[in-house]
C-alpha cells in the first residue's frame, strides 16, 4: 500500500522558507540538493519530507507554472513496487512525467507522474531523506 511521505514547495527564498517551517513547526534538516534541475532543502516531522525547492529552469518546474512558480508543487508517495504502481496509475488515467534522477539505481529515485488533472505527484520505492514508511 502507497504512503503519503513527500510534500514538495516551490520557493523563492530557501533559507527563509527553511528558517520558518524550522522555527514555526520543530521540523529539523534532513538533507540539502543542489541539481541540475533544483537548490533544495529537505526537512522533516520524523515521517514526511517537506522538500522546499527552488526550481532552475521552467521545463524543471513544469511549462505551465515555470521556475518563478511559488507554492505547493507536488506531493509523493512511498509504494512497494514501482512497475505495478506505475501500471494501477496508468490504468486510472495518470500518465508518466519525468524520472529523477534518470539512474534508476539511484537511492533517492523517484518517477514523476500527472494525475487526470495535471497534477504532479511522484512514487518511489526508497522513500525521501527524513521520511518514515
Request: charged share 25%; aromatic share 12%; glycine share 10%.
Amino acid at each position: 500500500m502507497a504512503k503519503l511521505r513527500h510534500i514538495a514547495i516551490a520557493v523563492n527564498d530557501l533559507e527563509s522558507a527553511s528558517k520558518f517551517y524550522q522555527e514555526t513547526f520543530e521540523m529539523e534538516v534532513a538533507g540539502e540538493t543542489e541539481s541540475p534541475i533544483a537548490s533544495g532543502v529537505y526537512l522533516t516531522d520524523g515521517t514526511v519530507c517537506l522538500a522546499l525547492l527552488n526550481y532552475k529552469t521552467d521545463e524543471a518546474a513544469g511549462l505551465e507554472r515555470g521556475k518563478e512558480y511559488v507554492g505547493v508543487h507536488h506531493f509523493g508517495f512511498w509504494c512497494d513496487d514501482l512497475d505495478e504502481q506505475g501500471k494501477l496509475i496508468e490504468a486510472n488515467g495518470g500518465r508518466f512525467f519525468m524520472d529523477l534522477p534518470l539512474a534508476k539505481d539511484s537511492l533517492y529515485y523517484e518517477a514523476k507522474y500527472r494525475d487526470p488533472d495535471g497534477v504532479i505527484f511522484d512514487i518511489s520505492e526508497n522513500g525521501w531523506v527524513g521520511a518514515a514508511k
